[in-house]
T-cell receptor, first 109, second 115 residues
């Protein structure tokens, strides 16, 4: 079966750095996405990785290792507004997005 | 209106009611999606439409019936639902559905409660 694993909840301090991991087992691979979802709101796109390596976009970076079936989202200089759920999703060989259950990130002052 | 809109935002219905959820995208995209989001569970893809044709139906019970009259509008018709169908129903769109890099844009969702 297809599976995406990510931690259920993480806590970090304002101004710090946090890394959210995602491991996957899917039928084929056409890219990995990270989305942010604030409580009661729609998911919004953060990043897309299809090749191995690190993609940096401002305070957020995303890393992919296809051989290990592993990705992480790195958030730097954490702000209170970063409190949200972070969803990892992999596009399989049928172009369907397979989603993880999300990681709820709690930022403390 | 911009992006993806959904109405209603909240819906409470009995098990014998019939209701419809509406989604509209103003992005000129060719693909539209219905997802179900239950607490602490992964997003479940229900239906995919590409250029108004259904291309995926992930074993969804027949009490959920989608309709895509044009590339901008998507409906989800509901009838004789069960309490376990209570969830957040999200609509999304993307430029195409077979391009790996296409990000999906989500609407705000309809919070459905079945009594």
């Amino acid at each position: 079966g297809q599976n995406i694993d990510q931690p259920t909840e993480m806590t970090a301090t304002e101004g710090a750095i946090v890394q959210i991991n995602c491991t996957y087992q899917t039928s084929g691979f056409n890219g990995l996405f990270w989305y942010q979802q604030h409580a009661g709101e729609a998911p919004t796109f953060l990043s897309y990785n299809v090749l191995d390596g690190l993609e940096e976009k401002g305070r957020f970076s995303s890393f992919l290792s296809r051989s290990k079936g592993y990705s992480y989202l790195l958030l730097k200089e954490l702000q209170m507004k970063d409190s949200a759920s972070y969803l990892c999703a992999v596009m399989d060989s049928n172009y369907q997005l397979i989603w993880g259950a999300g990681t709820k990130l709690i930022i403390k002052p | 209106e911009t992006g993806v809109t959904q109405t209603p935002r909240h819906l409470v219905m009995g098990m014998t009611n019939k209701k419809s959820l509406k989604c509209e995208q103003h992005l000129g995209h060719n693909a539209m999606y219905w997802y179900k989001q239950s607490a602490k569970k992964p997003l479940e893809l229900m239906f995919v439409y590409s250029l108004e044709e259904r291309v995926e139906n992930n074993s969804v019970p027949s009490r959920f019936s989608p309709e895509c009259p044009n590339s901008s509008h998507l409906f989800l018709h509901l009838h004789t639902l069960q309490p376990e169908d209570s969830a957040l129903y999200l609509c999304a769109s993307s430029q195409d559905w077979t391009s790996g890099s296409n990000e999906q844009f989500f609407g705000p969702g309809t919070r459905l409660t079945v009594l």
